[in-house]
């Protein structure tokens, strides 16, 4: 099955730099997600996103549903150290059926 | 808060050994997926089941087993272990399939084959 196209694949950004990341696909999503995972653990929701051109924002992190419906971006602002992780993007065709990104990973410096 | 937890986070096995890999949730869903994480290819799907004793491959079903006897538990069968196996393993759950559903992850198994 087709996964995502993410990038960047890894930041290395000073405290305090915005961060963006994207995902696109060749086809259409009715739902796109935005996880984060740290070392060792599982990956955790971070926004869900149900409508094109839908725009969410969870404190420092907002993202947006592409219009086409076949891209998503990930920005985070203002970026601490606890940033630091992989970033994976995730869209949804049907109930069933998510593709995922491999992942954008995250490192800040103090 | 949904749990989703996995029997074991760290495992070193040799090959051709049966594996068993756990996973159980607390939430009362319907759906349950067995994920492989590997570097630079995200997340590819096992197996899922959307009930009990239901299954569906997914897109690397092959090398792997899964069965799901109760509604709470979903476990993957490695029959006969490989290298080419070693990997982070990550089970999730979701309450149904209904349009807003969040799919919750557990904390992942790490599986070395020797």
């Known amino acids: 099955g087709q996964q995502l196209n993410q990038s960047p694949q890894s930041m290395f950004i000073q405290e305090g730099e915005d961060v963006s990341m994207n995902c696109t696909s060749s086809s259409i999503f009715n739902t796109w997600l935005w996880y984060k995972q740290e070392p060792g653990e599982g990956p955790v929701l971070l926004i869900a996103?149900?409508?094109?051109?839908e725009l969410t924002s969870n404190g420092r992190l907002t993202a947006q549903f592409g219009i086409t419906r076949k891209d998503s971006f990930l920005n985070i602002s203002a970026s601490i150290p606890s940033d630091v992780g992989i970033y994976f993007c995730a869209g949804r065709y049907n109930n069933n059926d998510m593709r995922f990104g491999a992942g954008t990973r995250l490192t800040v410096k103090p | 808060d949904v749990k989703v937890t996995q029997s074991s986070r760290y495992l070193v096995k040799r090959t051709g050994e049966k594996v068993f890999l756990e996973c159980v949730q607390d939430?009362?869903?319907?759906?349950m997926f067995w994920y492989r994480q590997d570097p630079g290819l995200g997340l590819r799907l096992i197996y899922f089941?959307?009930?009990?004793?239901?299954?569906e491959k997914g897109d690397i079903p092959e090398g792997y087993s899964v069965s799901r006897e109760k509604k709470e538990r979903f476990s993957l069968i490695l029959e006969s272990a490989s290298t080419n196996q070693t990997s982070m393993y990550l089970c999730?759950?979701?309450?149904?399939?209904?349009?807003?559903?969040?799919?919750?992850f557990g904390p992942g198994t790490r599986l070395t084959v020797l």
């Open positions: 999730a759950s979701r309450k149904g399939p209904r349009g807003r559903d969040t799919q919750y």
């Open positions: 996103l149900y409508k094109a051109g």
């Open positions: 939430m009362d869903h319907e759906n």
């Open positions: 089941s959307y009930d009990v004793k239901m299954k």
